[in-house]
């Protein structure tokens, strides 16, 4: 998608850093995935959950202004008996839900229904640039992460 609009551009963007995530999560040994690997406690399973959690942020709460209890996102931490591929199956499916909201807004310039951690209704075009810099700082921890569990490398 070189050649797409803005719109274009900035979800195909958005859509490639996303499948990144996941075909760097994919078949990640659970023991490792959930060992932090750097004294933040960050570890690969973690990430999936944080990277889960954005987008429900970003999207139903911020851009369509859904109330917070009406939205359950991933516990902060992953639970004993969670798995990492349950983690990307939520991811999925927060960025799916994701992409049906940002369709239903054909103005990049659009404010946003709701309110942002500072009190502020940023514009779809900001909500996507946004994601798009969170996704990507967090895909790139997560390949090095990878790397460092199992030697795994590229997308």
């Known amino acids: 998608m070189v050649d797409a609009d803005e719109r274009g551009s900035l979800g195909a963007c958005l859509d490639y850093l996303r499948s990144c995530v996941v075909a760097k999560l994919a078949g990640v040994d659970e023991g490792a995935a ?3 690997q750097v004294p933040s406690g960050t570890s690969l399973h973690w990430l ?3 990277l889960t959690a954005v987008e429900i942020q970003q999207f139903q709460r911020v851009l369509a202004g859904r109330p917070a209890g009406e939205i359950v996102p991933p516990p902060p931490r992953p639970l ?3 798995s990492v591929a349950l983690a990307l199956a939520r ?3 927060a960025c799916a839900e994701s992409r049906t ?3 239903g807004c054909p103005d990049l310039g659009r404010r946003a229904a709701g ?3 500072h009190g502020e209704q940023p514009t779809v075009r900001w909500v996507l640039l946004n ?3 969170e996704t990507a700082r967090h895909a790139g ?3 090095i992460l990878r790397e460092q569990v199992d030697g795994a490398t590229g997308r």
């Open 131 to 133: 994601a798009i810099q």
């Open 80 to 82: 004993p008996d969670d």
């Open 115 to 117: 309110r942002d951690r």
């Open 34 to 36: 959930a060992r932090p």
């Open 91 to 93: 991811y999925e499916t």
């Open 101 to 103: 909201i940002v369709a």
């Open 141 to 143: 921890h997560i390949d």
């Open 48 to 50: 999936a959950q944080h």
